[in-house]
């Protein structure tokens, strides 16, 4: 395996593809920045890529300003469900949450499903499972931030790495669309849609309009094209079919070669990425501001 | 569009990748049979692919020796969570209803949910959207039957239809697996997985084992190799890599110029087709009884 040369490591996280309002640009940074730094420890010191993608979405879904555990939008019922999901590359398995209630970190639910009969839990079973799990019962009071009351988001923060070992992983994690219908989901926790990780491919993570990125199973068409194309190229083209359906989105991903690639259409997209090649942090708002760079 | 000429039409379904028990074989042929014949009517008067492939699963869901709508599979809570999954080629817009509960027909609700901003709903969200928009509320008690209180199941219907104004859709329903984890899915409502159509390439359904038919995002694979392979070979290399992942299934498909086909490596598989070209109904419980015809 050509990644699978040792001590290489790449990192690429995201924080969504959301408008950015005046005065988050701050928050944002440093907040994908930490993600970042989070994930990259892991695999500096050796750990998988599952469990760096698990600590950089942990760190989002702690923070308030990213749509994801704490600071999740609210449905139509003014809960929160959220939904989460992790691939391993190593053999394509999957752990999946989907409209998931009163839990703090949603991914790390969905990396208990990995080794799972059932890998795919919704709704109150995902909760359910959650409890039998040891997970702490958080209530919506201490999910929900007065940003969250105001504000209408769709939004998902994820993470794509490649561990020194040669594997590859991918991660998401979104509070949902703000006042949707209860149980709404979206691509986040979907196999082939939101996330997808293949070692003999690559791995990348979509975030956006979830019911477009759905419909056009989009990991699945970069797993696709990301040998030919790149990483880039290959998101590009997937989230270049996402207008007609009406939406928008931004995408990560990393190929088989230890590439990190991104773009979005959406107005905005925070990225922030590393490797052991470019070891200094990098971290963008938007394409257009890493082009400006 | 080669499928578009009119009055042609091919209509495919199936009632299942299970084993067939003993004395099971008449009701399984009678059974897919009439769900054959009830999408048929609709194609035949000049109905949509959607409306075919609707009239054509909520025959299966009524027959209780189909494990889908009523005699669905009981989860380890000893209740009835079911899913179902409906796909337009024409915009693909999708349908989708996941471990929903207390409702005759899933893919009923599913098809109501495509003209919806919310296309995949979830547990108890799906039940209020199907109490919202008139779905009777349907007792475990009248959806469960002895056979299932008895038997272990995983099981899927499915139907695939082109109709007469060159139209495809894809349609799935499952009660699940016997005994699974309350809010375990798998990949019956997920398009990419379970389903997919889109007019430029056809459509296919799938059944088996669904969380390695997730896991490998089956539907999107046959529309890669559909054009290229046709129908039964598309499918017969996608169902080829169920085994490695533990797992085994069987799908069903028609391809842009109509051309019917299917295929399993599951130990049976329940099938009836028919078309414009080929109207006298063929039904079959395996692939091996097709060859010895």
Redesign the interface.
């Known amino acids: 395996m050509i990644a699978g040369s040792r001590r290489r490591w790449a990192l690429i996280v995201h924080g969504g593809a959301k408008p950015m309002e005046p005065g988050e640009e701050q928050p944002n940074r440093e907040g994908i920045l930490a993600a970042l730094a989070a994930g990259r420890a892991v695999l500096e010191k050796g750990g998988t890529a599952i469990d760096a993608c698990e600590a950089a979405i942990r760190t989002l879904e702690d923070l308030p300003i990213f749509n994801a555990g704490t600071g999740s939008a609210l449905n139509a019922a003014g809960g929160i ?1 959220m939904c989460a999901g992790l691939m391993d590359g190593r053999d ?3 752990g999946s949450v ?2 998931i209630r009163n839990v703090a970190h949603p991914v790390s639910v969905a990396k208990r499903l990995l080794p ?11 909760a ?2 959650a409890r039998e799990h040891g997970f702490e019962y958080v209530p919506d009071a201490a999910l929900r931030t007065e940003k969250m009351v105001l504000e209408h988001e769709h939004d998902t923060v994820g993470a794509v790495a490649l561990d020194q070992s040669g594997n590859f992983a991918a991660g998401t994690s979104t509070g949902g ?1 703000s006042g ?7 691509d986040s926790p ?4 939101g996330l ?1 990780a293949d070692n003999e491919v690559g791995a990348v993570s979509f975030s956006g309009d979830g ?1 477009s990125i ?4 989009l990991a ?2 970069v797993m ?1 094209t990301i040998a030919k194309d790149g990483p880039e190229e290959s998101i590009r083209k997937a989230v270049r079919q996402l207008p007609p ?1 009406g939406g928008d989105g931004g995408g990560i991903a990393i190929d088989r070669r230890g590439n990190i690639g991104w773009h979005h259409n959406s107005p905005a997209f925070v990225v922030a990425f590393a490797s052991s090649d470019a070891p200094e942090p990098k971290a963008y708002l938007s394409k257009e501001e890493e082009r400006r760079v």
Do not use: C, N, T, W
């Open positions: 469900e394509r398995q999957v989907a409209a799972e009969k059932e890998i795919v839990l919704v709704g109150d079973g995902a359910l499972f669309l949707s219908r209860v149980g709404r989901i979206g979907l196999p082939g849609s997808y019911e759905a419909r056009l199973v699945s068409q696709a359906l």
